[in-house]
């Protein structure tokens, strides 16, 4: 009798460490990706997503915990899961002497597409990036965003299993990041195990199935985006804008009923609005109500302050 | 320790693949700057072999038996040698590190840092055996006669190549920034090239100097070059390319080492 394997997530960490002489980069992670799933990795500067992504290519070694990546063990078996995934980095590294062809293709060799089947191979990542009808341009000559696409088409040109995105959008106009956000859900369509680091969050709430929220090097919420944000901060908030002391009296008559706020620059939103007393609304004066969102459940769990 | 575990385990194979993959990344970069990089490396010991050749040919007109002007010819094969390899080894490897993040997307594909460097350091080997013949040509316009041990010369320019190119990217891995590339060049690559017997022969030197300049790897490769033109002396040659092996052996294992710690955390 054969046992049948159980199914094997895309990731898989538990209890992972990594530290910097004192600092915990990445402090007890466990993370799982369903495959075929886009996991959204969230949560401020510093908090550990992009020394997780490092670990899970072997580019950084973790202290302790268990990193399976397509079913190997990292960083034993680093170079067998390196072969079948493809990684974007958040800091670009293109060839900016090559031509965008030659950009590929040097990367088709060195991710191993067989000889017989490069050519294609980089024709299909030309026209999925867009860029066939620049493909003899030097990499130098093209603009931000294209670069962009180029990096990404580079990093699947193997038809990896699984993708790493790291900040893919940071720095972009809204517009380019259209594009990349195209790209990105083509890759879910096509059943592609992603995970993806932002700090945007429209753009996890946008690309994701699911999103991990990190802080201090660890999980402190997973789920659907709408999931987070119906457990996190409900179905509305309550906006109202003013000069700080309004703002400051708005927050010292809903916080002692239980309600938590939260600031953004001129504004204040009550959240679970929907929750609020008919005379305590009235009391508050004119507000706008609009829908919760992930960036309330962001700011709520990872505290109105960055980390450093 | 886990980290040491894991080092080791990446050490123990270099898999073709990765090795070709890497090779092939440097051809075709090769193919868009190979006129600059090629001009560099042959006009420069060219003018060092017509300068030295006509101005102190004007005053030695024989050393060792050879006439002066095939004396440089032969030698400056060796600084050829010496500077596309060393120089390679440094700024490049440097500036795609620091600058250019290229290694971190490399890392990123099934290529491990020894597959890494290993294949880098044998394309420079490989362009320091090519460039290293140019003098020699031009030395056959000045009179060299030509011979069949010339043909060895590509060979040991590889294999010393291979050596300067693993020192340069030892360094590389180890200075604070590219300003400090200055101290080894006065301090380090200076001496070797005088103490190498390139210009004139180290037997004027006092006995410890010439003592030292048998540890000095292109010292070495100049014997080879000379004895490959002139004639051979095997047991010497032999011993001559015994210790470029071990000097690249030992600088391709610390080069390997100070980059990875540098690049994986």
Known sequence: MTLIPPSEPALHLR???????????????????????????????????????????????????????????????????????GVVPQRENLDDDLTVRQNITVWATLLRVPRRSRLAAVDAALEMAQLTDRADSKVVTLSGGMRRRLLIARALVHSPELVLLDEPTVGLDPQVRGDIWTLVDRLR??????????????????????????????????????????EHAGVEALEFYGPPARLAQIEDTVQPQGFRTRRTGPAVSVLRAEALPLDVVDGLGDGTRRAANLEDVFVLLTGEKLED | MATTQASEQRLRAVEPTAFAGVFTREITLFRRIWKSSTFGS??????????????????????QGIPYVQYIGTGVVASAILFSSVFAGMYDTYVKRYYMKTYDGILATPVDVPELFLAEAAWIAVKSGIYGCAPLLIAMLFGLPPSWGMLAVPFIGMLTGFGFAFMGQWFSGIVPSM????????????????????????????????TLAQVNPLF??????????????????????????????????????????????
């Open chain 1, 189 to 230: 369509s096509a059943g592609v195990s992603t995970l993806m680091s932002t700090h945007y969050i429209e753009e996890a709430e946008r690309l994701c199935d699911d999103v991990a929220v990190m802080s201090h090097g660890r999980v402190i919420a997973r789920g659907t985006p709408a999931a987070l944000v119906a």
């Open chain 1, 15 to 85: 209890g992972v460490v990594k530290t910097f002489g004192d600092i915990r980069a990445v402090d007890g992670l466990d993370l799982d990706l369903t495959p075929g799933t886009c996991l959204g990795l969230l949560g401020p500067n510093g908090a550990g997503k992009s020394t997780t992504m490092r670990m899970l290519t072997g580019q950084a070694i973790a202290d302790s915990g268990e990193i399976r990546v397509l079913g190997h063990e990292v960083p034993r078996e680093s170079k067998q899961a390196r072969a079948r995934m």
């Open chain 2, 42 to 63: 042959i006009v420069e010991p060219t003018i060092n072999l017509v300068a030295f050749g006509f101005g102190f040919g004007a005053l030695v007109t024989s050393v």
């Open chain 2, 179 to 210: 300003d400090s590339f200055t101290y080894v060049q006065s301090a380090l690559v200076t001496p070797l090239l005088l103490l190498s017997g390139v210009f004139f022969p180290i037997s004027g030197f006092p006995q410890w100097v010439q």
């Open chain 2, 220 to 265: 070495h490769c100049v014997e080879l070059v000379r004895d490959a033109v002139f004639g051979w002396d095997p047991v010497s040659d032999l011993v001559s390319v015994l210790v470029l092996c071990v000097f690249a052996l030992v600088m391709g294992v610390l080069a390997v080492r100070v980059l990875r710690k540098r690049l994986i955390d």
